[in-house]
């Protein structure tokens, strides 16, 4: 009987244990919750810094790009518009030469309003 009644605690603890280590049937083990506060010089912040670094970047190659491609139009523009005026008359200027010249006003002034910026 000595033998038997310390088998008997063993299982009877072991099955005690076994019962605080498991959770209630339909939840998981709990998970830890992370605070929804966001504090100076976290990674989130961090990540949207750099994103909005990268995006002025972005715009401004873009813009940098446009006002190139716009100054080749206007120099393009401007050596049609000398050869319209060459072959014109002395007292005679062609509605195309008028034309061309109210497109070379309407692109200079956008290509003056891309060197200001987005501001």
């Not at 019962?19 to 339909?26: A, E, H």
């Not at 715009?59 to 518009?81: C, F, G, I, P």
């Not at 050869?83 to 290509?111: F, G, T």
């Amino acid at each position: 009987m000595q033998r038997k009644f310390p088998v008997w605690i063993f299982f009877l603890c072991l099955f005690a244990c076994r019962g605080f280590s498991q959770s209630p049937p339909g939840q998981g083990p709990p998970t830890p919750s992370r605070p929804s506060i966001t504090l100076p010089g976290t990674d989130e912040e961090e990540a949207r810094d750099r994103l909005t670094r990268d995006m002025a970047k972005k715009a401004a190659k873009e813009r940098a790009a446009a006002l190139k491609a716009d100054t080749d139009k206007l120099l393009k523009l401007s050596v049609e518009l000398k050869q319209y005026v060459d072959k014109s008359d002395e007292n005679v200027l062609s509605l195309d030469v008028i034309k061309k010249a109210e497109e070379i006003e309407k692109l200079a002034k956008s290509v003056k309003d891309k060197m200001k910026g987005p501001n």
